[in-house]
């Protein structure tokens, strides 16, 4: 029986595409800009000035053009400028409260950076089970909540079920789109390191004496040759809307914030069935403790184990929200983020032109060595039909004027305009079907103990992933790039201005 596999192509589509030779308006405008003194004076018959006026504005156009690693040369620059005064005014920096004797309200986060504007109020009890924390990001005004899911992976999937649960996420993302409350959802996946310590205990605790000693040699061997490579996953969903789109549903059901966790549960409960046909065998809805564990372990994974026994001994697991940050984060690196003992290198995972295959971003999780930790994010935000559709025209309406442009002036259209055109009216000819358009972001994450050299380990992620993904590095910006790739909370994906992509 043959397979085929299915490719997912135009998905490197970037948002705000440049019009003119690649540039955006805004950049066209201020090389334009800088051009015209020099031309006013070249007309003018001065051409030394003109000399010494592109000297100036040479540069000037260079930093504005010029991409370094993603971004422009000028925006480094302005990055690189912001860095520094926070280095040098210690605002990167954190030390938590209760490590500094200074500890208050065990109810209050204290966490740093990027989390600080987070805000993590009880709902009121989701059926049986029980309250679930809401995250009120006030930066952008959105809420939402965090489920803790069980699934296999996809590792062992043959192409015909990858290919039906690709289909089935195609229809979530679909069904998010068309309702009115929750528009983005957070996929988290991250490795627990395991020294093996945790798995040794519990074969000495659960081991029959009286077992053959042909299947003890066999165990032993499978103990040497698999569990040393073997892992355990966390997996996580995030859901979460905006604030003008609960408002009136909150108001509703009694406004503040049991409203909105009233107008969020309705959705949420109407997902979980879409959750499990992706494979998830069971779906709990994160209380404020289990979600402060979550993060907990996110910035120190060594706590994992310790939390963990402690479930089995303690009615009301999970931590204090004044103890889920890091206890002690000095200033990051421009290339790592040190927390708690351990050092972290993000990256943002940029799709190929030539497409992939669902399952393909799994080697990013291939942890290669005991004590090191991985993690991946992919957070998805669906458009709803009416910006999709002014999306979807715009598009076509700039790869159409680019076309028509560049055959008034008398060169050849590229294969990248053909393709590029084409995708613009499949695109468009789709959403006028009823299909939906998503934007996403994927990030992934390598952690290890600040003992060991963390570079060694980013190399074999970029290496695991060389000739499939490119690995864009954080620089500058590791200690919120390691919020969104590692932390359950929904952040990662930039808000978009205006309805182009």
């Not at 003890?216 to 996953?233: C, F, M, P």
Request: aromatic share 6%; glycine share 12%; proline share 5%.
């Amino acid at each position: 029986m043959t397979s085929h596999l299915r490719v997912y192509t135009g998905l490197s589509r970037r948002e705000h595409a440049g019009w003119i030779m690649g540039l955006t308006p805004g950049q066209a405008f201020i090389c334009i800009a800088l051009a015209v003194p020099v031309v006013i004076t070249l007309a003018a018959g001065d051409v030394v000035g003109a000399l010494v006026l592109l000297a100036f504005c040479g540069p000037l156009a260079g930093l504005v053009v010029v991409p370094v690693r993603g971004r422009p040369a000028f925006r480094w620059l302005g990055h690189l400028v912001l860095f520094q005064v926070g280095m040098a005014f210690g605002w990167s920096r954190n030390d938590s409260a209760a490590a500094g004797g200074r500890a208050g309200d065990p109810d209050v986060p204290d966490l740093p950076g990027v989390l600080a504007r987070l805000r993590f109020p009880d709902g009121p009890p989701l059926r049986d089970a029980g309250r679930v924390c809401l995250i009120h990001d006030t930066g952008e005004g959105r809420w939402g909540a965090t489920a803790r899911l069980t699934h296999s992976g996809v590792g062992m999937l043959s192409d015909a079920q990858c290919a039906r649960l690709a289909d089935r996420l195609g229809n979530l993302l679909l069904s998010i789109g068309h309702r009115d409350v929750i528009d983005r959802m957070s996929l988290l996946v991250r490795t627990v390191p395991d020294d093996g310590a945790e798995y040794h205990a519990w074969r000495t605790n659960n081991e029959t004496t009286a077992a053959p000693d042909l299947a003890r040699r066999a165990t032993d061997e499978l103990d040497r040759t698999i569990g040393a490579v073997s892992v355990r996953h966390e997996v996580f969903v995030t859901l979460t809307g905006t604030e003008e789109a609960l408002r009136k549903p909150a108001a509703a059901a009694g406004g503040g914030i049991a409203g909105r966790a009233a107008a969020l549960y309705r959705v949420l409960d109407g997902l979980e069935d879409k959750l499990t046909a992706l494979g998830a065998t069971s779906v709990h809805w994160l209380s404020g403790a289990a979600l402060a564990e979550a993060i907990r372990t996110g910035f120190n994974p060594a706590t994992a184990a310790v939390l963990a026994a402690r479930h089995h001994t303690t009615a009301t697991p999970g931590v204090a929200w004044a103890a889920a940050g890091p206890t002690h984060a000095p200033a990051p690196t421009g290339r790592a983020y040190h927390h708690d003992g351990f050092s972290t290198v993000a990256y943002s995972v940029l799709m190929p032109e030539s497409g992939t295959v669902f399952g393909s971003l799994g080697a990013l999780l291939a942890v290669k060595t005991a004590g090191e930790r991985r993690s991946l994010a992919i957070h998805y935000e669906t458009l709803s039909q009416r910006r999709a559709g002014r999306a979807v025209r715009g598009n076509r309406f700039r790869t159409g004027v680019l076309r028509d442009w560049k055959s008034t002036k008398g060169f050849n259209t590229t294969a990248a305009d053909t393709r590029e055109a084409g995708g613009a009216r499949a695109q468009e000819k789709a959403v006028a079907a009823g299909h939906g358009i998503v934007r996403f972001a994927v990030a992934s994450a390598v952690t290890v103990p600040s003992s060991w050299n963390v570079e060694d380990h980013a190399a074999r992620v970029e290496n695991d992933i060389a000739g499939r993904f490119q690995l864009l590095r954080m620089e500058l910006a590791q200690d919120s790039s390691f919020v969104a790739a590692v932390l359950p909370v929904g952040i990662g994906l930039p808000r978009l201005r205006g309805g182009g992509l």
